[in-house]
């Protein structure tokens, strides 16, 4: 019995197995954690993820408003006009209601006219004499009746926009004709009757005596052929006669251009045009 090896044996069989597992583990300890690293290293990088934000879509900004253009002037050089008539002349030149002709403003408060080429450039100015009677309105039939007959408020010389036609009165004289149809016309100044002193009231500095025709408009002899005619003449001319008493819009359908607001009415029509 004392010569029995087996405990022994198996003694030392069970600490070699237990030596073999604790290195197994030790090895299992290093050699895991190397390949996992090495796999960890063999595997291709991958971008990060990335958000992609889409923009806002953004209003188109507002196309800038062009400036409205200047406008278009009468040049009236050395020479100061009254309010109306620089409305008026203004007026014809920037909107071209005139057409391509030469035009005539006729300031009847001022008792003086006015005549510009087709360019809007001043050509002369000159005092007038006109209708006795303050008013913008022919009386019905006013051109048929004899001057014998016509009562001194109906002597009136009518506002509104004209075609100017040359022509000639009963004595052969040549004229320019406003307004065939009530017999109102441009014509040199001449005596009439010697109480009536034409060319003492065209001479004088105040316009209260320049109130004394019919209706026609006197204008010195030598500014009607100088200036006058050849201008209606050359290129026919459009005539402004300026209301004394109603609204110069009303009447002619004119307005400030130099105002703001009002270029934007340059849509406003003239009254209609007078033969």
């Known amino acids: 019995m004392a010569n029995r090896k087996e405990p022994d044996d198996r ?13 197994g583990a030790a090895i299992l300890v290093v050699v895991l954690p190397y390949q996992w690293y090495t796999r960890q290293q063999e595997r291709p990088l991958q971008p990060p993820a990335v958000a ?16 409205p253009p200047a406008p278009r002037l ?9 309010p109306d008539v ?9 909107t ?3 057409k391509k002709h030469s035009f005539v403003v006729i300031d009847k408060k001022d008792a003086q006219l006015y005549v510009f080429d087709s360019a809007g450039r001043l050509q002369g100015t000159t005092p007038i004499l006109l209708g006795k009677a303050i008013g913008d309105d022919n009386f019905p039939g006013i051109g048929d009746k004899p001057l014998a ?8 010389t009518p506002a509104g926009r004209f075609v100017a036609e040359p022509g000639r ?17 441009m014509h040199r100044l001449r005596k009439v009757a010697e109480k009536e002193r034409r060319y003492e009231r065209m001479a004088s500095p105040t316009k209260k005596d320049n109130r004394i025709s019919f209706g026609c408009i006197n204008v010195p002899q030598k500014f009607y052929e100088g200036v006058l005619d050849p201008a209606v003449k050359k290129s026919g001319a459009i ?8 609204d110069i819009q009303t009447v002619l359908g004119a307005y400030d251009v130099t105002a703001q607001p009002l270029v934007a009415a340059s849509h406003i029509k003239p009254a209609p045009l007078k033969n």
């Open 96 to 98: 071209g209601d005139h």
């Open 11 to 23: 003694s030392e069989f069970l600490d070699a197995l237990r030596k073999g597992v604790l290195l």
């Open 239 to 246: 005539v402004y006669v300026v209301p004394e008493v109603k």
């Open 169 to 185: 009165n009963t004595k052969g004289e040549d004229i320019i004709w406003v307004d065939y149809d009530s017999a109102v016309s």
């Open 52 to 67: 992609i934000v889409q923009p806002k879509p953004q209003a188109p900004a507002p196309a800038p408003q062009a400036a």
């Open 74 to 82: 009468a040049h009236f050089g050395d020479v100061s006009p009254t």
């Open 149 to 156: 007959l016509v009562k001194e408020e109906e002597k009136t």
């Open 86 to 94: 620089k409305l008026v002349a203004d007026w014809a030149t920037h």
